[in-house]
């Protein structure tokens, strides 16, 4: 039904039986957006997205459930998804999800390659910072944090969040290597270091206010 009404608004959908043949596609061809279940037969839908997100697919993915509990829906954001919808939800509902997903992909892929706040300027393309006009040496890991944050301003993410963004190409990785690069990057980031907002029992902002 879900394909019916998308192919109708003029998508071009590709349709897996399970998590497997899902994995598959996903190796053979690129998406702008993934629709995944959460219980389906062999892989369960978390355990697809977690192998999404290790391989470094950033595609925007929506969970479908019937699943209501508040856990599942935190559980399926924390590991990668996007969004989630809880069944039974209109079709209504879901296509316009759909839309507003794909229009922040739209906008994320076109945002700025540099990005300017008081002292700071990022420049993503050349992972290149500067601070009061001096060149700061980051590394791969700081920088990628330090710009997914810059990139997503006044927005709080929790720590798993920012190891699927940040690390999803690494299996074992621990809460603490957030805790840690945040106060890598606040050291190199002085005067400015106020910048990056520790939420408690959350985690972390870019607070631009």
């Not at 629709?35 to 969970?63: A, Q, S």
């Not at 002292?119 to 330090?146: C, H, N």
């Not at 840690?180 to 910048?195: A, E, Q, S």
């Amino acid at each position: 039904m879900l394909e019916h009404h998308l192919v109708k608004e003029g998508y071009n959908v590709s349709r897996a039986i399970d998590g497997h043949q899902a994995l598959s596609l996903l190796n053979a061809q690129g998406f702008d957006l993934i629709i995944l279940d959460i219980m389906m037969p062999d892989i369960d839908g978390y355990e697809v997205c977690r192998r999404i997100r290790r391989k470094g697919i950033k595609t925007p993915i929506i969970f479908l459930s019937a699943k209501t509990a508040e856990f599942d829906e935190i559980l399926g954001l924390e590991i990668g998804a996007d969004d989630f919808i809880r069944k039974p939800f209109s079709v209504k509902t879901f296509r316009s999800r759909v839309k507003a997903l794909l229009r922040r992909k739209g906008s994320s892929e076109t945002s700025p390659d540099t990005i300017r706040i008081r002292g700071i300027e990022i420049q993503r393309s050349s992972y290149t910072v500067f601070v009061d006009g001096k060149k700061v040496k980051f590394p791969r890991r700081e920088f990628e944090l330090l710009a997914f944050l810059a990139a997503n301003p006044n927005k709080v993410f929790s720590r798993n969040l920012l190891l699927n963004q940040v690390w999803s190409d690494e299996v074992y990785v621990i809460d603490r290597s957030v805790d840690v690069h945040i106060n890598r990057i606040r050291k190199k980031l002085t005067p400015y270091r106020d910048i990056l907002e520790t939420v408690v029992g959350i985690g972390y902002r870019w607070n631009t206010g």
